[in-house]
């Protein structure tokens, strides 16, 4: 790498120096975003946990935006539960400066915010935070990003965080 492609690039909250893990990034369009605006994306992870198959039949984008990762560098991982991330045998070993969840869902069951899926929700972002407590390097952040319409607030993010984070690492909303 020469050193005009070795300098640190920012993108809001991102360094293209963090280690960053992209999780359950739908069509990958976060992770491409941010990989274009560093230029070289090694420093990233995306997940999706789609097979590579249901991401391109489900996202018209898909295909394109897979292509568009692995040409900038970054690794793209299929098939990754957020509540069991810790044990996939490609990132077991890697501890990250950055976890990103942008919008966490556990899918659509009901055609509206019912309980039921309100709490099916909030297990996804436990399962999450109980993940990334084990894979954060010492200063690492988990970045959530959620609908704040009045059903969605109902996930109590912020609760379930210092529920689970106590005295860990860097949460933020």
């Avoid at 991982?77 to 991330?85: E, F, L, P, Q, R």
Wanted: glycine fraction near 6%.
């Amino acid at each position: 790498m020469d050193s005009k492609n070795d300098s640190e690039k920012w993108s809001e909250h991102y360094s293209s120096k963090q280690k960053i893990l992209v999780v359950g990034d739908g069509d990958l369009s976060f992770s491409v975003s941010l990989a274009r605006s560093f230029r070289i994306a090694s420093n990233m992870i995306a997940t999706s946990p789609d097979t590579q198959e249901q991401l391109e039949m489900k996202y018209p984008s898909g295909a394109t935006n897979v292509a568009v990762l692995k040409n900038k560098g970054c690794t793209v991982i299929y098939g990754v539960d957020a509540s069991t991330m810790r044990n996939h045998h490609h990132l077991s070993h890697i501890k990250f400066d950055v976890i990103v969840f942008n919008f966490p869902h556990a899918g659509f069951f009901t055609s509206g915010r019912s309980l039921s899926q309100i709490l099916v929700e909030q297990d996804v972002v436990r399962g999450l935070l109980r993940n990334a407590d084990e894979m954060l390097a010492v200063g690492g952040e988990v970045h959530i990003t959620h609908n704040t319409p009045h059903s969605f607030s109902k996930c109590e993010i912020e609760e379930l965080e210092k529920k689970l984070l106590t005295d860990k690492p860097n949460f933020c909303i």
